[in-house]
């Protein structure tokens, strides 16, 4: 049986990620994260090596398949195992949350060789310098820019 951790913080931002997880990245691979920290945030639940990525507003959306119900975006899922990056095939999806369809764009055309493949048979492909670039761009490809109302906040609160 799993022990439960409830220290963990469930949202942080990729500098934290680097922070937590980037010791054996190289300068480029931060580089590269710290961009997807403009828009994204890292969202993680029991599991604390696989984090989705998810707008930094928490926008919602309507549902295709229930135009009456609203649902956040999810943009990727990273895992991460022994310190090695990977991208997963398809993120956490339940009520609240759906996956963009760039994410199975991004994950095959990923030409990596190491499968990461986890005990609930998430698979993943790794990511390393020949490839972050084309996943993060890939990523703000599809997530919306920050609104005028959050960087207002942000600046506000940075004075």
């Known amino acids: 049986m799993k022990r439960r951790n409830y220290n963990i913080k469930k949202t942080i931002s990729a500098r934290q990620f680097i922070s937590e997880f980037g010791g054996s990245f190289s300068k480029h691979m931060k580089d590269k ?10 969202t993680r639940g029991e599991d604390t090596f696989r984090l989705d990525l998810k707008h930094i507003e928490h926008t919602t959306y309507n549902d295709t398949s229930d135009p009456a119900k609203k649902k956040e975006h999810v943009y990727g899922q990273l895992v991460m195992d022994q310190g090695t990056l990977f991208f997963s095939e398809s993120c956490l999806v339940n009520n609240d949350v ?3 369809s760039k994410v199975k764009e991004i994950y095959n055309s990923l030409e990596s060789e190491d499968i990461f493949v986890g005990e609930d048979g998430i ?4 990511i390393d310098d020949s490839n972050i670039d084309y996943v993060v761009d890939g990523i703000l490809e599809v997530c919306p820019e920050v609104s005028q109302a959050h960087l207002d906040i942000l600046e506000k609160y940075s004075k």
């Open 123 to 126: 698979k993943a492909k790794k």
């Open 33 to 42: 994260i710290l961009r997807l920290g403009e828009r994204c945030v890292f």
């Open 98 to 100: 759906m996956e963009v």
